[in-house]
């Protein structure tokens, strides 16, 4: 479960999945604001022109869409794992990815 892979960890999260997150259609306010404690025990990552330039090498060389493009180039940045449920990402060969099951 992801609860447990991420025990006791410090999360970080790219820019786009704070505005995935709460950008979802049709989520209550009860759920905005779950998810708004949540991103508050988070570390952000704002996008900067290494996450930039490595967004758009992975873009041409994998074929992702631009946000998830710049999700991975952010853990490419911080040299940190991916952790998401999208397999997608198992695309990118030299990504540290961890694929989880919803």
């Given at each position: 479960?992801?609860?447990?892979?991420?025990?006791?960890?410090?999360?970080?999260?790219?820019?786009?999945?704070?505005?995935?997150l709460l950008g979802?259609?049709?989520?209550?306010?009860?759920?905005?604001?779950?998810?708004?404690?949540?991103?508050?025990?988070?570390?952000?990552?704002?996008?900067?022109?290494?996450?930039?330039?490595?967004?758009?090498?992975?873009?041409?060389?994998?074929?992702?869409?631009?946000?998830?493009?710049?999700?991975?180039?952010?853990?490419?940045?911080?040299?940190?794992?991916?952790?998401?449920?999208?397999?997608?990402?198992?695309?990118?060969?030299?990504?540290?990815?961890?694929?989880?099951?919803?």
């Amino acid at each position: 479960m992801l609860a447990n892979l991420l025990d006791q960890r410090e999360i970080y999260l790219s820019a786009i999945t704070e505005m995935e997150l709460l950008g979802y259609p049709g989520i209550t306010e009860k759920e905005g604001e779950r998810i708004r404690d949540f991103l508050n025990d988070c570390q952000l990552v704002e996008i900067n022109a290494a996450v930039r330039e490595k967004a758009i090498e992975i873009r041409r060389e994998h074929n992702l869409k631009l946000p998830d493009a710049i999700i991975a180039a952010t853990a490419f940045h911080l040299n940190l794992p991916l952790v998401s449920a999208d397999g997608d990402f198992s695309r990118i060969g030299d990504l540290n990815f961890v694929h989880y099951t919803l």
